[in-house]
Structures are given as C-alpha cells and as structure tokens.
C-alpha cells in the first residue's frame, strides 16, 4: 500500500483567505450538528492512501487563518464557528478538519471565556476542557459536527508519557480518547491533545510538558498510530488485519518523530527483549535521509539507576551507522531489567541544534550475569562511526561501518580528503591508560588520503577518536570527527610501540611543495619492509641542496645510522640508497634548500616512518663516505660497499680478484680520479657519460685504509675535490 497520495490534494484559492471577514456571526447564521442530519458510515480502513495529504505545508493558508482566529475571543460558540468556518465559505472537508485541528492545538485555554453558557451547551462543552473536566477528543468531535463533518470520539488506550515498556493495560492505567473523522468518504485519525503538548526529558513534571504543535498526530497512517493507540472498539484501528491488546501491549512504543523520520524497526518489534547476552536493534532509515539524522540511546535500570560500580549504563552500549541502518549494541552487566531509549535528530533541521526527540523505547530483560562485564571502551561518544563535526570537513571513510577487527594485529582507517585538513588520533582500552596506547596509534596523509594505522597492543576492544582541524578557520581547535571500535582476537607476541612523532611528522612538511619536489616511488610515509634494503626517490623542479638522516628508533632508541645512506642523483631525481642494519624501526628525514641558497641549515621537507621485519642477507657495511659536492648531481655504480675488502664474493666489472672496479657519474668534472695514499689513477669518461677504471689493490693490503673518489672541476687542473671516501 502507497504510504502517499498519488497528487497532492488542491487547496483553496488563495482569495478564500485574503478577502475581508467579519468575526460575528450574521444573525441568519444557525449552525446544525451534522448527527442531525444524516448518519456516518460505519469504520472501515481508508481505500484510498492511508494519509490524504503529502506535506503539512500545503496547509499554509488554512494554518495562518486558524491561528489568528485562535488569538480573538469569540463571545459565543456561534461566533466561533462562524469565524473559524463559515465566514472565509471553507467547504473543503480536509481543510475544515485541519483548521478546527489547528485551533484546538494553538488556543490558550486560559483565555477562553463565553458570555453565556448554559448547561449541556457547547460553550460549557468548551469551558470543561479548560478546567480539565473534559478531553480535547470531546471538544474536536463537536466543533466538527457544527462545521458539517462526521466525528466519533474513540476510547481506548494509549502510550502516553507514563507508559513503560512492556506495562499491561488494565482499568484506568493509561486511558486515552481521539478522534476519527469523516473527509471525503473515509474515516480518518486525530489525536489533537498529543498535538498540542509533548514531554521534555524523562520524567513527567508540569515543567517538563511542554505545550508544542506536534502535526504528526493530524491524520497519521493507521498502520503507525497503532503502535501508540489501541481502541476498545478494534474495527477503530481502521486496519485491514485488527490486532490483540496482548500484540499491542508487546509492540514497541515508537514517538511520532519515529515515523516523522521514516524509520523501521528491522528487527525486535516487541516492546520487552529477553537476552542472555548482548543483543543488537536495528532501525532502518530511509536511504536519502540516512545521512541527516543522528542517533544516541540513553540506558539506564528500571530502578532509574544510571551506573553499574561506578561505570556508566551508556558504556555497556554503542550505536553505529551502516548504510542506512541504526545499529544499536547492548551488553547488559548484569542480570536485570534495563530501560533502553533511542533518539534521533534531523541534522537538516537547524532551529533546534543539538536536541535529540525520542523515537522508541524497549525494556530489556537480562537473565544471566555475564562472567565478566566488558563496556565498551571509554570514548567520549556512545555513537561510533561519524562525530559531530564530521559533515564540517567533507571527509569520506573509505570504509563501511565503525567496527574492524585486526588482521595480524593491525588495522587501518582511511578518508577521502577534500582539502589541507590536520589530524590527531587517540586510542582508548578499558584496561590501558590513553599516554601508554599512544604508540599503537599512528597517521598520516597520502595524497589526498588520511591513513590511520593502528597496531594493537594485545587482544582486546580499543576505541578509536579522529579529531580534525581546518587551519583556515579552526586556528587550534581540533574537533570530534569520526569514532571507530577495532576488536584484536589474535593472540600477539610482543607489539613494538611506535616511537613519539610530533603531530603532522609524516610525509611532506610546509616546504616540499614550496621547493617543488615530489614523491616518486614511496607516497606513503610509512613504509612497510622484511628486506633491508631499500629506494627512495624523490623528483625535483630544481636544483636544490639536500641532505638526510637516517635514525634507528626502535624502543627507546635514537641511533643515528647516516652512514647507512647513499645519496645519488639521476637527471630530476634525488634517489636514496638505504640499508637497514638490523630489524626495528627507523626514521627517515630529508632537509632541502634551493641550490642559490648558501644557509647552513636546512630545513626538514619530509619524514618517513620504516618498520623493517628483517634484514636477512642485507650487508652490514655502511655506504663510502660522502663530502658536499658529490651531492651536486653524481651516482655512484660501483663499488657500493664503504668497505673494500680483501676477500669478498664478487668482483663486480673487475679483470680479477685483486681489482677493483670504479664507475661514477659526475657530470660537472674536469677529470676524476681514484686516490690511495699516494697513487692516483685517472678514471676515463665513457660515451655513457661515466667516469670508469680499475685499481690493483694488491700492494695496498696492510699499508692504507682510505680510498678516495677526488674531482677537478675548474681552471687549476692539480686542484681536486674529494667526493666519496672508503675505509680499506
């Protein structure tokens, strides 16, 4: 069945209410109830959709009229029919029935006063509801039969604000009358005294009624006012399948702004949940309204007792989004009764910012104790996925959910980034402080994606806070953006915390980009290896000084292992030779300045993090030595070892054993020449552009422990710089 009419009904033309009235009735005037006149047909569900109208708003014009008519003081019953009716000739049957709605909703009772009012009247009618003498169902139910329309006032009960999950209905507990009424051929229904006020908060005190238009209860689909409306006559449900009061008394009690929102309940549709364990309510969301609302949940015991030894209720539940669905986790503590009650807001909605309206509510019932009571971890929200400032920075998870379990004791979060943004992240346990999982949590930007690693520590549940800042507009702050849940079900050996990084530490600082330089083969800097060796390059736009440090961090480690890095040069690219002596972690720093730029210090353009698993088979001799202007454009082929030795397992390009061979670009040079001690030999420059020869290390075995790599490049051809330097 279409929850919708096809078209929207017509309403009046606009003249009906801009012309001039007169509030008086005309003496001729001489309303009849219609009881008088002919009889209604019996209750039957509508055969039309189960709501006449789309949307409220076509109302506007009718809507405006009853509220001024509500603001005046009418001396007589007539008068008031009159003005609210008759005088603007409203024959439209919807719109009779809205406005005597909407003025019943919106008159102060308090000012209500007749000049004559005589007994059994419809002015002492009127009167008795303002002295609580009788309902607002009675009054609707008059008013339209003086304005020409069938009404019955219905009895029956009803989840009103002293209801509790899972209450029976006897006697008076819970007593309630509304109204159905005729328009157009079927009978629709009305609750005008839950229109008119709705509680605030949990508890039900004269401060907390608030007296609001609630428009949900004009005409609402009978499928859904059954959930909260059980006529003693049952063909008043107006539904084609009538149900029990025991089917209505194990419904769920929902709020309007449940249907408001279009939501459903996809599982657990009665009112009282038995569990032995955790259990988990799902409410679906329409799927082009799910990412406007949020929810949270209140838990608490029958009793009204909010903690469980000291731990907030609230801590044993979580609430995250999946799609278009509302999942709602509990883990009850303990054996007992709890209270659970779901809210929700409309995000879109900005005139009540940061209020949530109830929407449903469920008793659970837990008939074991759990061996041990696990809440979840403490985060500072009960809702886990997007935060509150969340839709504030554009990010798009690339991930679905807000629960990951951990894949070797590791788990990733990833967002798609749509400008600079800068990030912090916190990791939380129920049995670990935040200062010692700080090491387990680490992140970075990868293009325009921010990466969140996280390595567990241990078994165990650990919550995961995003927090976010616009440097444009944020100046310090950092706000809530995103909460996630990772669950580690591995057993572990021993997990290496990272060393302490500085926020924004990995990847490109403020001055890569300025400089012009690029990320060739590593984009992520945080690199993940079980060889101990490895490239980095990086492209240039021009000629630039740049240097780097390699530190080992592993524990409480600050080695420096520089002499592990061969810097080269290959036309744009800076390409670094690493070796990493032995597993661990390292970091990676790379300094740059433009070549015109004669500073002693150059600033940091980019920070990697190395997690190395193994070095098998990786030499533990550093790289030759390297002076100044050997990084000024030159690449070393071989020998790469920093060490040369008398035995060793290959020759390289060598004719012997006793050779070794010298291959080396330097574009810039004169001449090039290999110095040991004493001797020099010329190297020759190839039609490859390199400078090549071979020297026999025989005589020089036991008598000299450096071998240098030396350039002449300008007009005094005995004046040689030193490049590279090996130790024999």
Not at 27 to 47: L, R
Not at 547 to 570: H, P, V
């Amino acid at each position: 069945m279409p929850a919708e009419p096809e078209q929207e009904y017509k309403p009046h033309p606009q003249k009906t209410y801009t012309s001039t009235i007169t509030m008086k009735a005309p003496a001729s005037f001489k309303p009849i109830p219609i009881q008088e006149q002919d009889n209604a047909p019996k209750p039957a569900p509508p055969a039309v959709p189960p709501k006449p109208f789309k949307d409220t708003s076509i109302f506007q014009n009718v809507d405006t009229h009853a509220v001024e008519v509500s603001k005046e003081e009418h001396k007589s019953f007539r008068d008031l029919v009159w003005h609210l009716i008759y005088a603007r000739e409203i024959t439209n049957e919807l719109e009779k029935a809205r406005a005597i709605f909407l003025w019943l909703c919106s008159k102060d009772l308090t000012k209500l006063n007749f000049d004559n009012v005589q007994k059994g009247s419809p002015e002492e009618i009127l009167i008795n509801l303002q002295r609580g003498q009788t309902t607002y169902a009675v009054v609707y139910e008059i008013l339209c039969s003086y304005a020409g329309l069938h009404c019955k006032t219905i009895s029956g009960y009803a989840k009103g604000a002293e209801y509790k999950p899972g209450m029976k209905f006897t006697g008076e507990q819970g007593q309630h009358s509304w109204n159905a009424v005729l328009v157009n051929g079927a009978w629709r229904l009305v609750d005008c005294h839950w229109a008119a006020r709705r509680l605030v908060g949990k508890k039900v005190t004269a401060e907390n009624v608030r007296y609001e238009l609630d428009e949900y209860y004009f005409m609402p689909d009978p499928h859904q006012l059954i959930f909260t409306h059980f006529p003693d006559d049952i063909s008043w449900q107006l539904l084609e399948r009538s149900i029990t009061l025991a089917d209505f008394e194990n419904l769920v009690p929902v709020k309007s702004a449940f249907f408001k929102y279009g939501l459903q309940i996809l599982g657990h549709r009665e009112a009282v949940i038995r569990t032995k364990q955790e259990v988990t309510i799902r409410i679906g969301c329409p799927p082009f309204k799910a990412q406007a609302l949020a929810f949270t949940f209140t838990l608490a015991y029958d009793s009204g007792k909010e903690e469980f030894q000291t731990v907030k209720l609230n801590r044993f539940g979580m609430q995250e989004m999946v799609d278009s669905v509302a999942f709602f986790t509990i883990r009850p503590p303990e054996k007992g009764s709890y209270r659970l009650i779901i809210y929700a807001k409309d995000l879109d909605q900005q005139t009540k910012e940061g209020v949530y309206g109830g929407v449903c509510e469920y008793e659970l019932v837990c008939e074991t104790s759990p061996a041990r009571p696990l809440p979840f971890p403490p985060c500072v929200h009960t809702s886990w996925g997007p935060g509150d400032s969340a839709s504030k920075y554009s990010l798009v998870p690339l991930q679905k959910g807000a629960i990951f379990s951990t894949v070797n004791g590791l788990a990733e979060v990833r967002f798609q980034v749509a400008k600079e943004l800068r990030f912090t992240a916190k990791l939380k346990s129920n049995d670990k402080d935040e200062k010692a999982l700080a090491g387990y949590i680490m992140h970075r930007v990868v293009g325009d994606v921010a990466v969140f690693t996280i390595n567990a520590p241990s078994r165990g549940e650990f919550g995961l806070e995003i927090y976010a800042n616009d440097p444009e507009v944020d100046g310090n702050s950092l706000y809530h953006a995103y909460q996630y849940l990772i669950i580690c079900n591995e057993t572990l050996g021993t997990i290496e915390a990272l060393p302490t990084l500085p926020p924004g530490y990995l990847g490109p600082q403020p001055a890569f980009k300025k400089l012009g330089m690029s990320t060739v083969t590593h984009v992520d800097p945080y690199i993940q290896t079980d060889r101990g060796e490895i490239q980095v390059t990086f492209g240039t736009t021009q000629q630039l000084r740049v240097t780097s440090q390699l530190i080992y961090a592993s524990g409480s480690s600050n080695d420096d292992r520089s002499d592990y890095i061969l810097q080269q040069s290959k036309g744009d690219n800076v390409v670094l030779f690493l070796k990493l002596p032995k597993a661990g972690l390292y970091k990676l720093q790379i300094y740059a300045l433009p070549f015109s730029d004669t500073s002693e210090n150059l600033p940091g353009v980019y920070n990697y993090l190395i997690s190395c698993s193994k070095t098998q088979g990786t030499s533990q001799i550093p790289y030759p030595k390297q002076y100044g202007q050997w990084k000024d454009g030159c690449y070393l082929h071989e020998p790469l070892e920093g060490q040369l030795q008398k035995t060793r397992t290959s020759k390289g390009s060598a004719s012997t054993m006793q050779h070794f061979y010298f291959k080396v670009e330097v574009p810039k040079a004169n001449s090039v020449a290999v110095v040991v001690g004493e001797d020099w030999t010329q190297l020759v420059l190839k039609p490859s552009g390199s400078w090549e020869g071979e020297i026999n290390m025989d005589k020089h075995w036991g008598h000299e422990s450096k071998v240098a790599i030396c350039a002449n490049y300008g007009n005094v051809k005995a004046s040689y710089s030193t490049l590279l330097e090996y130790s024999i």
